[in-house]
């Protein structure tokens, strides 16, 4: 089985979708330089397991600034989200030869800082 994994839980991604499965339906070659904020933000906002001082409960996975990403679209249970993973080496190829297959959404543990 394909998957995909996460290491926070996104805003953009369905009510409880650990262990769910999505099908794969888009895939395109990016640069982050070149997007908006607002599809940058949406694409990276994720709940905060811990609420800190000014009381915000989300915050945003850090991305560079610039560089080559791929852009995937996915469906799950009527939900479509977008995830964005670094392009590198034969990744373009990967997931285009995976289009309209399902992956498995994976939690994984978030690192201790």
Not at 7 to 30: D, N
Not at 80 to 85: G, P, Q, S, Y
Not at 89 to 111: A, D, H, P, T, V
């Amino acid at each position: 089985m394909n998957t995909i994994r996460f290491s926070h839980s996104y805003l953009k991604l369905p009510p409880s979708w650990e262990g769910k499965k999505a099908t794969l339906l888009f895939v395109r070659e990016i640069e982050l330089e070149r997007q908006n904020e607002q599809f940058l933000t949406y694409d990276t906002q994720y709940y905060k397991i811990e609420v800190d001082e000014d009381y915000s409960h989300f915050d945003l996975y850090p991305l560079p600034k610039k560089g080559k990403y791929l852009l995937l679209l996915f469906e799950c249970e009527g939900t479509v989200f977008t995830t964005l993973r670094r392009s590198y080496g034969s990744k373009m190829g990967y997931y285009l030869e995976r289009l309209n297959c399902e992956f498995e959404l994976i939690k994984i543990e978030e690192e201790k800082k």
